[in-house]
């Protein structure tokens, strides 16, 4: 276990309001990213960070920004919450890039 | 075409079973390849993790790997009841990960 903490947990919200997940690590691992799950799709990257305030684009970026501002905290935002973005959100680490990642908990948002 | 297939199953074996998961994959370039366990409502947890081609073992769990023909399997031997979750393949290529849908395994008493 990386150590990975994820808040919330659960969350409801309303079509076009913002919201912020965020994503807390004690490992002092330099990469983390931001995936959603949803059924046959596996999981897709959302945003990845590879240090204190640089991130980059994944697969399914649209509609998500995020944010570093210390190694141990990584912030997935929607800044206009739609349906579509209804999913479960995992936060993951890992030392290097390509290296094995490691997954927190989860957070399952539903925006209705 | 996705980049990854993986075979959604949902698979249901008889404890003690030898269980064979599979993922094929079209990018050439990848070059990790991890092995997932998922329990619902859970993270993934890291099952394995190798580079190139060829096998690793750990315990009852074998990872092999053939980029010649983008196929990559682990196999269970002495299946257990808690075995039974969903087992996501995934590959990379420095920061680009890749995983499958994830196979349902269930492993019955």
């Known amino acids: 276990d990386a150590g990975i903490t994820q808040s919330p947990r659960h969350k409801v919200t309303e079509t076009g309001t913002p919201v912020t997940l965020r994503c807390h690590q004690t490992?002092?691992?330099?990469?983390m990213y931001w995936y959603r799950q949803d059924p046959g799709h596996g999981l897709r990257l959302i945003h990845y960070?590879?240090?204190?305030?640089?991130?980059d684009k994944g697969e399914v970026s649209d509609g998500y920004s995020v944010s570093r501002s210390k190694t141990e905290d990584f912030l997935l935002t929607l800044e206009s919450a739609t349906s579509s973005q209804t999913s479960v959100y995992f936060c993951?680490?890992?030392?290097?890039?390509?290296?094995?990642?490691?997954f927190g908990p989860g957070t399952r948002l539903t925006v209705t | 075409q996705k980049e990854v297939e993986q075979d959604p199953g949902p698979l249901s074996v008889p404890e003690g079973a030898i269980v064979s998961l599979n993922c094929t994959y079209s990018?050439?370039?990848?070059?990790?390849f991890m092995w997932y366990r998922q329990y619902s409502r859970k993270g993934p947890e890291l099952l394995m993790y190798?580079?190139?081609?060829g096998n690793k073992e750990d315990g009852r769990f074998t990872a092999q790997v053939d980029k010649s023909s983008k196929y990559i399997s682990l196999f269970i031997r002495d299946s257990q009841p808690s075995d039974s979750a969903t087992y996501l393949c995934a590959m990379s290529e420095d920061n680009d990960m890749r995983f499958g849908a994830g196979t349902r395994l269930t492993v019955k008493p």
């Open positions: 993951a680490t890992s030392i290097q890039g390509g290296d094995e990642q490691y």
């Open positions: 960070s590879y240090g204190v305030k640089d991130t």
């Open positions: 490992e002092n691992h330099r990469y």
């Open positions: 190798t580079y190139s081609s």
């Open positions: 990018n050439s370039a990848f070059q990790y």
